[in-house]
């Protein structure tokens, strides 16, 4: 990267890691500091100014007006690099609030392109097009015109565009952007803990994977936006931050930058400033200060703030599934809340065992074939997805159904005669998008994992929710439906969708508070934080029971990157798949010189643990 306001010694010390190593953190913190002991010295300020000297100081000790006015010099340099850090976070916030505006605007007219047009205007989505209509109710609006009235011509219209989408974007990727494949989370977490990788935060990144993730997303494939929003907004924060010199000479201020956009990639996507920071503590940084947490939290305060100044649904939420719930849960229920627990930790045990098979299968060998793998899994979605409405729609369409409540609401999801094809419909969907996630996780296109994760706990949730209302109004009476007030409706069949979502985002990422706290912003509902506690720590002791850690973890490790856990160290390795097993030893006596010769090396590690080690050294 070409930088001319810099001095051939700065461009020597930006270039000093090259690709696919890691930083010398300590190096990094030596070269900051003389950097700033330099432009000191540069500018004619001592640096032997005490930092905590006071101006109403001179009133009783001896200072002359040049100490005063070098003293007023220091703090306001520092005053002005403290203000440049807040700006520069305030406009990586404002940047990636209006890049996931502009993705879901473009992402929601796609994904309904496949299915009609607006006469009113091309450019209109089916939700701008019947403003005042339920999307479901399409034969109800005028404006909104099916490509055909011919049922086999409308499915040939909707694999059409699925395989046009799914190519167009892997054929970007491939040709222009390697990095913008992927969910970019593993990569992320290397690059905050030191890793070098030089391009996967470049404008070239982030110009074709905001392309390629609308039409990723509109062409059905089983992959969600919220991981590569992450990286997005990495690759937003980078860009920005590296247009200011400070930040561009020192990896640990990129870092924190890096660090705080990641927060706020997380809290647009799920309209959850709050969950935004805790799941950059709690999944991506290894070394989170309060200082970064204070910028993680404004920066995801000003992208969310930005977002919603821009309003992309029209309907005053972040998220197309975001809901309400004022109703109380039962005690009850605790029963079915551990099913849906339990699912969660299954799905992620599942998902992350065979995604990991494909995934070796695929470097194997499809490492070559990244276009044809992306359109033959779009083609393969839109055939088995199209006869189940679940698969059909779009995935956020598809939790903001399952997850409304039955009350005044006109889907035909709330009617009782209607309830079992219902449950047949969002099993089957459940069962055929756990298998597509496994297989389009990780293919040559921008792929989450967080929002078809959701989707599938959400149509398993609202199944388990479809069958308690069920029994309630079988049994009524019976004892365990005690509780309930007669003439109030006692079971909501949304809440179960609800928690199926947290149980299976926490079974695969293998995340807990972030979720429940992503999970509380998204419903406003303090009376189901404690459910959701409850069906996340199932699921937590199952993932545990099961040897499972989170996808983005596995991937690191499949890939092979440097990354070095800040309590673990290593990934469920027992000691014994480390140690060697021909072990050397020294006998207590018969030792002989020549033996000694042989295995210094041992001799060299005994003294150490025998001896103090300075005092081996003095006699070395």
Sequence with gaps: MSRPDLDEEELEQIRRYEDFTTVDWIEDSIYERNRRIRNARAGGIPISIPEDFDFRDTCTRHWSFRDILRWTRVQWKRATEGVQSWFIVSLVGICIGINSALIAIITEWLSDMKMGYCSDGWWLNQQFCCWEIEKEETEGCDSWHPWSTVTPARYGIYIMFATLFSFVAAHLVRSLAKYAAGSGISEIKCILAGFTMQGFLGFATLCIKSITLPLVIASGL?????????????????????VFKKFARSQGKMREIITAASAAGVAVAFGSPVGGVLFSIEEMS????????????????????????????????????????????????????????????????????????????????????????????AILTAVIGYSNRFLRIDMTESMSVLFRECENATSDICETSK???????????????????????????????????????????????????????????SGMFAYCVPDVPCITPGTYAFLGAAA?????????????????????????????????????????????????????????????????????????????????????????????????????????????????????
Excluded at 291 to 318: E, H, Q
Excluded at 515 to 533: D, H, K, Q, R, S
């Design 419 to 477: 309830q079992w094809r219902i449950a047949n419909s969002l099993f089957l969907a459940t069962i055929i998008r756990i298998g597509l996630v496994v297989i389009s996780y990780g293919c040559k296109v921008p792929a989450g994992i967080f929002v078809p994760s959701m989707a599938i706990g959400a149509s398993f949730g609202r199944v388990i929710g479809i069958f308690v209302k069920a029994m309630y109004r079988a049994y009524p009476q």
């Design 286 to 377: 290894s070394n989170f200060s309060i200082k970064t947490m204070w910028k993680s939290f404004f920066c995801a305060l000003v992208a969310t703030f930005t977002l919603s100044a821009m309003n992309p649904f029209r309907t005053g939420k972040l998220v197309l599934f975001q809901v309400t719930y004022d109703r109380d849960w039962h005690f009850f229920e605790i029963l079915f809340f551990i099913i849906i627990g339990i699912f969660g930790g299954l799905y992620g045990a599942f998902v992350v065992k065979f995604n990991l098979q494909v995934a070796a299968f695929r470097r194997k060998h499809l490492s070559n074939h990244g276009v044809a793998e992306a359109v033959i899994l």
């Design 504 to 620: 299976a985002l926490s079974g695969v990422m293998r995340i807990t508070v972030t979720v429940v706290v992503i999970m509380f912003e998204l419903t406003g509902a303090l009376t189901y934080i404690l459910p959701t506690m409850i069906v996340l720590l199932v699921t937590k002791a199952v993932g545990d029971l099961l040897g499972t850690t989170g996808i983005a973890d596995e991937m690191i490790r499949f890939n092979g990157f440097p990354f070095l856990e800040k309590e673990d160290h290593a990934y469920n390795v027992s000691v014994s798949a480390v140690m060697r097993t021909e072990m050397q030893t020294l006998p207590e006596s018969g030792l002989r010189v020549e033996d000694v010769g042989k295995c210094r090396f041992l001799v060299f590690l005994a003294l150490i643990i025998r001896f103090d080690f300075f005092v081996l050294l003095q006699r070395l």
């Design 222 to 242: 089983s992959v969600g936006k919220e991981g590569p929003s992450v990286h997005l907004a990495c690759c937003v924060g980078f860009l920005v931050a590296g």
